[in-house]
């Protein structure tokens, strides 16, 4: 220009930049790669690090805090995988997002497809004829569109295929060249007036009715929740529904649907659950693990339940299976089925639940003497659950049921969340869950939960609660890194270590096979321990640029360091404590 200012030269790769903040991205987590050098640009320059851009040590960590922070806010995250050999780094993060109905919204890159501008030996070894066959099967929808005008479309096609649910993960993938050219043509943006996402889908109502009608007439009628607690606003839903019903609720626990202290919540209580003679499965996968005794030695599964409980299905069960993974499970054997969203389901049923009451006087008596029955049998497991936490107390290293314990005697007092693993299921046993971010739902496998712990954490970075993470060993093993990008971003997140100092849940499967063949099964620990040496992660934690404190098997030292942290984590950044805990 005449007076020397530079006009800006607009990149193809602006446009992805474009779309990001159009939709409304706060974060997305990288691990850096020259595949898409065009468009890290033009977050930094063009979009003005906007979406944020958070650094990871590894692919899976990028997609695990994407997780995390989807389950925690319910709303998508971004992350960006370098080429083929990043997306196959991030592939078993991206099953586990599918898996867990999480909106991850992935990028990649890839190329140049132009073979005549790629590089010797790494744009070759970098590229694949399809890259999104890699992560085909247990993603919802991926492309790569060849020109820029395939851009928006694919963008908005993917946007809305993930947030639908059941949701999951999508995978878009940028041709290295088509990144780095100059934008020379108009590239028509969405509207902002155009909906993102179709709106939820509403059940039969005729159907709904007949399974309300089999509820409130069952003499032990239950709920069964797992994915419900994911939209904002189901879980007091559930709590009138199940109130108005006069029902038993077991929460699954992949999202936080209920509270463990109501009254009429008897989640893990497998006795009651035997006598039930009519069960509504809401947004229910894994019901026959709730349901059935396993022998993990001979694989043989009992039911609990008698064969004239009759089940029901509220929920996407039949549009949310793949013929690939198996993760949709045993079928469930429902009587009456209803395919819909809970969010609209829930409050249909309480209307209709209100006006069948109302149509029966005898009703009324019938639903109070069934919540008093319920609500004694809740008192009745939790003063069992607080008596058995008090055996071997005082043991060095601690129990799980003490540290669950100590940790709560230091929280229990903040606005506080529980990122991921319960630790044996005793936090949801001496805790008090009381609102729906307490827990954004169960730990996954090993390699997962410090990741989506980092995630959850930065859904509550700029807030005053207090998001603590129950950290496995064996899964901090896997990416110790992650430590690094909680301190370079101050992610605050209070790590309390689980450490068991083995990869213990299969030493256990090795102890079952050594009993049953009768082999010595104190032998049992090789190529499942964590010691000789034992990993100092107080130490490691300090490395990374965080605070960390301990071995400590002490359990009267317990409470003192996690308060300690926890001033840390108050003043925004991360702390870790690491506690010894005993193998079972």
């Given at each position: 220009?005449?007076?020397?200012?530079?006009?800006y030269q607009?990149?193809q790769?602006?446009v992805?930049?474009d779309l990001?903040?159009?939709?409304?991205?706060?974060?997305?987590?990288?691990?850096p790669?020259?595949s898409f050098?065009?468009?890290?640009?033009?977050?930094?320059?063009?979009g003005e690090?906007?979406?944020k851009?958070?650094?990871?040590?590894h692919e899976?960590?990028?997609?695990q805090i994407?997780?995390?922070?989807?389950?925690?806010?319910?709303r998508?995250?971004?992350?960006?995988?370098h080429?083929?050999?990043?997306?196959?780094h991030?592939?078993?993060?991206i099953?586990?997002?599918f898996?867990?109905r999480?909106?991850?919204?992935i990028?990649?890159?890839?190329g140049?497809m132009?073979?005549?501008?790629?590089?010797?030996r790494?744009?070759?070894?970098h590229?694949?004829?399809s890259q999104?066959?890699a992560v085909?099967?247990?993603?919802k929808f991926?492309?790569?569109?060849h020109?820029?005008?395939?851009v928006p479309?694919s963008?908005?096609r993917?946007?809305?295929?993930m947030?639908?649910?059941?949701a999951g993960p999508t995978?878009l993938?940028y041709?290295?060249?088509?990144?780095?050219?100059?934008l020379?043509?108009?590239v028509?943006?969405p509207?902002?007036?155009?909906?993102a996402?179709?709106?939820?889908?509403a059940?039969?109502?005729?159907t709904?009715?007949?399974?309300?009608?089999?509820?409130l007439?069952?003499e032990?009628?239950?709920?069964?929740?797992e994915?419900?607690?994911?939209?904002?606003g189901?879980f007091?839903k559930?709590?009138?529904?199940?109130?108005?019903l006069?029902?038993a609720?077991?929460?699954?626990?992949?999202?936080l649907?209920?509270?463990?202290?109501?009254p009429?919540?008897?989640?893990?209580?497998?006795?009651?659950?035997?006598?039930?003679?009519a069960?509504?499965?809401?947004?229910?996968v894994?019901?026959?693990?709730?349901?059935a005794k396993?022998d993990?030695?001979?694989?043989?599964?009992?039911?609990?339940?008698s064969?004239?409980c009759?089940?029901m299905?509220?929920g996407f069960?039949?549009t949310?299976i793949?013929?690939w993974s198996?993760?949709y499970?045993r079928?469930?054997?429902?009587?009456?089925s209803?395919?819909?969203d809970?969010?609209?389901?829930?409050?249909q049923?309480?209307?209709?639940?209100t006006?069948?009451?109302?149509?029966?006087?005898a009703?009324?008596?019938?639903?109070?003497?069934?919540?008093a029955?319920?609500?004694?049998r809740?008192?009745a497991?939790?003063?069992q659950?607080a008596?058995?936490?008090?055996?071997e107390r005082?043991?060095?290293p601690?129990?799980?049921?003490?540290?669950?314990?100590?940790?709560w005697?230091?929280?229990k007092?903040?606005?506080?969340?529980l990122?991921?693993?319960?630790?044996?299921?005793?936090?949801?046993?001496?805790?008090?869950f009381?609102?729906?971010?307490?827990h954004?739902?169960?730990?996954?496998?090993?390699s997962?939960?410090i990741g989506?712990?980092l995630?959850v954490?930065?859904?509550?970075?700029?807030?005053?609660?207090?998001c603590?993470?129950?950290?496995p060993d064996?899964?901090?093993?896997?990416?110790?890194?992650a430590l690094?990008t909680?301190a370079?971003?101050?992610?605050p997140l209070l790590?309390v270590?689980f450490n068991?100092r083995?990869?213990y849940?299969?030493?256990?499967?090795?102890i079952?096979?050594a009993?049953?063949r009768g082999?010595?099964?104190?032998?049992?620990?090789?190529g499942?321990d964590?010691?000789?040496?034992?990993?100092d992660?107080?130490?490691?934690?300090r490395?990374m640029?965080m605070?960390?404190?301990g071995p400590?098997?002490?359990?009267?030292?317990v409470?003192?360091?996690?308060a300690?942290a926890?001033?840390?984590?108050?003043?925004?950044?991360p702390?870790?404590?690491d506690?010894?805990t005993?193998?079972?």
């Open positions: 220009m005449a007076d020397g200012t530079k006009v607009k990149y790769s602006d992805i930049v990001l903040q159009h939709y409304g991205f706060e974060y997305i987590a990288i691990n790669g020259a050098r065009g468009l890290h640009d033009s977050l930094i320059n063009y690090d906007t979406p851009m958070l650094v990871c040590q899976e960590t990028a997609v994407a997780h995390g922070y989807a389950k925690a806010t319910g998508p995250m971004a992350c960006i995988l080429d083929l050999v990043g997306l196959l991030g592939q078993m993060a099953y586990y997002a898996t867990d999480a909106p991850v919204f990028l990649g890159a890839t140049p132009d073979e005549s501008k790629r590089r010797p790494s744009d070759w070894h590229t694949a004829q999104g066959d085909r099967n247990f993603t991926d492309y790569q569109p020109t820029i005008d395939g479309d963008f908005m993917a946007y809305s295929a947030v639908t649910e059941p995978y993938c041709d290295a060249m088509l990144q780095e050219t100059p020379t043509t108009e028509t943006l509207d902002a007036s155009m909906q996402a179709p709106s939820p889908m059940a039969d109502p005729g709904l009715e007949q399974i309300v009608r089999t509820l007439y069952a032990r009628p239950w709920i069964m929740a994915f419900t607690g994911r939209q904002p189901n007091d559930l709590v009138t529904l199940a109130e108005t006069g029902v609720v077991w929460d699954v626990n992949s999202a649907c209920f509270p463990n202290r109501h009429q919540a008897l989640s893990m209580d497998t006795e009651s659950l035997s006598q039930a003679d069960i509504l499965a809401l947004d229910v894994d019901w026959e693990k709730a349901t396993l993990s030695t001979t694989r043989q599964l009992d039911s609990y339940l064969e004239e009759v089940w299905d509220v069960h039949e949310g793949g013929s198996l993760d499970g079928y469930l054997p429902k009587r009456l209803a395919l819909g809970p969010r609209l389901a829930m409050p049923m309480t209307e209709i639940a006006r069948l009451i109302a149509e029966d006087p009703l009324p008596e019938r639903i109070a003497a069934r919540k029955r319920i609500a004694e809740h008192d497991i939790f003063a659950w008596e058995e936490a008090k055996a005082d043991a060095s601690l129990t799980t049921a003490r540290l669950a314990d100590e940790i005697s230091v929280i007092e903040e606005d506080w969340v990122t991921s693993g319960t630790l044996r299921q005793w936090t949801r046993k001496l805790w008090d009381d609102a729906p971010h307490r954004p739902g169960k730990g996954l496998g090993t997962t939960q989506m712990s995630g954490a930065l859904a509550h970075k700029n807030t005053d609660r207090v603590v993470a129950i950290q064996g899964d901090l093993m896997y990416d110790a890194g690094w909680a370079k971003h101050e992610i790590i270590m068991n083995a990869y849940n299969d030493w256990h499967h090795q079952r096979m009993r049953q082999t010595d099964e104190r032998k049992a620990h090789i499942m964590i010691f000789g040496p034992e990993p992660f107080a130490t490691i934690a490395g640029g605070w960390g404190e400590i098997d002490t359990p009267a030292d409470a003192p360091a996690i300690r926890l001033e840390v984590v108050k003043s925004g950044k702390a870790l404590v506690v010894i005993r193998h079972r």
